[in-house]
């Protein structure tokens, strides 16, 4: 089992920035990749972006000249950078990580909010 504890959510004017970080505890050893989905009220969950441990990474078209993810060295931690946020941004975020036996686990989720 893995328990995931998301950080870094919170208020920001529009333009502004906020590095969201997501710390992986439990069985870590069979972490394949980790990732950040967001939703937002009435709409869908949204993919935003995922890295493996192998470091390659894929982020969502709609937000990849603006976002950017990362893997911190110790390999139980993963970032969420968000530049020139926009009040479309605002949603719930959610960090979710994915074992080599096709688990899927989930974070309980931060509220970031973009305000005009």
């Known amino acids: 089992q893995i328990h995931l504890v998301e950080s870094g959510g919170g208020t920001v004017q529009a333009g502004g920035s906020l590095r969201l970080s997501c710390v992986a505890s439990?069985?870590?050893?069979?972490?394949?990749?980790m990732g950040w989905f967001r939703q937002a009220p009435g709409k869908e969950r949204e993919f935003i972006a995922r890295?493996?441990?192998?470091?390659?990474?894929t982020v969502a078209d709609s937000v990849k000249d603006r976002f950017t993810i990362s893997r911190d060295i110790g390999r139980d931690t993963v970032h969420l950078q968000m530049n020139t946020l926009k009040p479309e941004d605002t949603a719930v975020y959610y960090c979710?990580?994915?074992?080599?036996?096709?688990?899927?686990?989930w974070g309980q989720g931060i509220q970031v909010t973009v305000s005009s």
């Open positions: 890295i493996w441990w192998s470091d390659t990474s």
């Open positions: 979710v990580a994915n074992t080599y036996g096709s688990e899927e686990y």
């Open positions: 439990g069985r870590t050893f069979q972490l394949h990749a």
